[in-house]
């Protein structure tokens, strides 16, 4: 048509954008000439409030995912045997070193037992050889010796008389030869006599006492395994968590290795997303990210911990896995949630204090404060937005978490409430007090209520 204008993809935008910020402005300012008689009446509530920022902020995808344990572990018997009692039940809690579960232990004791008894045995051998040859041995051996003396040199004295009437011919051949014999074995008893003698003073052989050593060593080694083996038939939660599944019951055998129960660990849990290939570069360890859990209204805050680098070929997705703290046990391992990730580069954005959001029947809202003549004051006003990525702000030598919101309404310098806002849930007179020098309006809460 003659005479008309050509509109680009950004004028329309632009001009969009703009018409949505008029109508959002009229719709406000209608919505506050029906209520000035209802906020007149009602009385004023107390809130905090600190300007809407721009700031550069990254892009943001919303990505769905599951709950998953830190730790789960199959517990399993070390040793086979019979069930005597199993402590627990699915659904319980347990502290790390509690009872899990107790096999029969009748073998294993009574096997220990007896290893006891063989090591004191052993023991009392030892310490018999290290303490050396009892003063009544030696004396024994002594006396014994000196008999042997005796008796040989009695023997010596005999033979020399024989042999005298030997010469002269008053004793035959065979009394001569018998006294020989005689006196040779006397000699060699009393040789035997000495040898017992010095080795009751020498005392046991180095040797023989090493031996001593090296029995009770192995006894005591055979003591520990078996210690250990009987310690086994009690079985013990590795580290604290829920009991989720029971694999045996009582009287049921159990084979070396077999299962007993599953445990797992919700004190941190993991929420595992499969990031897209285009977005995968701005997925960063220690990321912030917030985690909408539907099923309990609440958005929690955590950090990517893991970003495996292994695609699916199928999807081109990458796994990552957010870390979120679990202390009052709210997140089930399983459940459905929806996680804002950063996607890409940075842009523009409107930004408030994450305190100053809240979740109401699974929508994000900002109570925004607006001086209305109509009302007779100021007025605190929740208007929903849609959020962005998490923003760290550690100026100033403060912590502070902002958020990226967008919303037709809401305008740069527009002050927003940070606290005493979960009162209001609809078009409330309010009253703006000073937020102390020093409070830290920004600082994240690990979940934000459904008030």
């Not at 009872?99 to 073998?107: A, I, K, P, S």
């Not at 004191?120 to 009892?134: F, I, K, N, S, V």
């Not at 008389?161 to 009393?190: F, H, I, M, P």
């Not at 760290?392 to 809401?410: C, K, M, N, V, Y």
Request: glycine share 6%; hydrophobic share 40%; net charge negative.
């Amino acid at each position: 048509m003659a005479g008309s204008v050509q509109w680009s993809q950004s004028d329309r935008e632009s001009a969009c954008r703009l018409h949505a910020v008029i109508l959002g402005l009229s719709g406000l300012m209608l919505c506050l000439s029906f209520v000035p008689s209802v906020l007149a009446q009602a009385p004023a509530s107390p809130v905090m409030t600190v300007p809407v920022d721009k700031r550069m902020v990254p892009l943001t995808i919303t990505l769905v995912g599951s709950v998953e344990p830190n730790t789960r572990s199959v517990i399993a018997s070390e040793l086979a045997g019979l069930v005597d009692e199993l402590a627990v039940d699915e659904g319980d809690w347990v502290d790390r070193g509690t009872v899990l579960c107790r096999l029969r232990n009748t073998t294993h004791r009574l096997a220990f037992e007896q290893a006891q008894a063989q090591l004191a045995q052993y023991e009392a051998e030892l310490a018999e050889l290290e303490a050396g040859t009892r003063k009544e041995d030696l004396d024994r051996a002594r006396a014994e010796m000196e008999e042997a003396k005796t008796i040989h040199e009695k023997w010596e004295r005999e033979l020399e008389r024989v042999q005298g009437l030997r010469e002269q011919s008053s004793a035959s051949l065979k009394e001569y030869n018998d006294t020989r014999a005689d006196t040779a074995a006397a000699r060699q008893r009393y040789l035997q006599a000495v040898a017992r003698h010095e080795l009751a003073e020498a005392g046991p052989r180095k040797e023989t006492i090493a031996r001593a050593r090296f029995v009770v060593e192995a006894q005591r080694v055979l003591l520990a395994r078996l210690k250990y083996d009987l310690d086994q038939t009690v079985i013990r939660a590795p580290f604290a968590g829920h009991v989720v599944r029971k694999h045996v019951e009582v009287g049921q055998s159990v084979s070396v290795g077999g299962p007993v129960v599953d445990l797992i660990d919700l004190e941190t849990v993991l929420v595992r997303v499969d990031v897209p290939e285009s977005a995968i570069g701005a997925a960063k360890v220690g990321e912030p990210v917030s985690v909408v859990i539907d099923a309990l209204q609440r958005t929690f805050h955590g950090e990517i911990k893991h970003v495996i680098p292994q695609a699916d070929e199928k999807a081109r997705t990458f796994p990552v896995e957010i870390a979120l703290e679990n202390k009052e046990h709210l997140l089930k391992a399983g459940m459905f949630v929806r996680a804002r990730m950063p996607a890409g580069p940075t842009e523009e954005s409107l930004v408030v204090p994450l305190d100053a959001v809240l979740q109401r029947s699974g929508t994000d809202l900002v109570v925004a404060v607006i001086k209305s003549e109509m009302a007779g004051g100021v007025t605190g006003i929740p208007m929903p937005v849609r959020l962005g990525a998490e923003v760290r702000d550690e100026s100033g030598g403060r912590f502070q978490a902002w958020i990226a919101i967008s919303s037709p309404t809401l305008q740069p310098g527009m002050p927003v409430a940070v606290k005493g806002h979960d009162r209001i849930y609809g078009p409330m007179p309010v009253t703006v007090v000073p937020t102390p020098e020093g409070t830290d309006t920004g600082e994240a809460p690990t979940t934000r209520d459904a008030s």
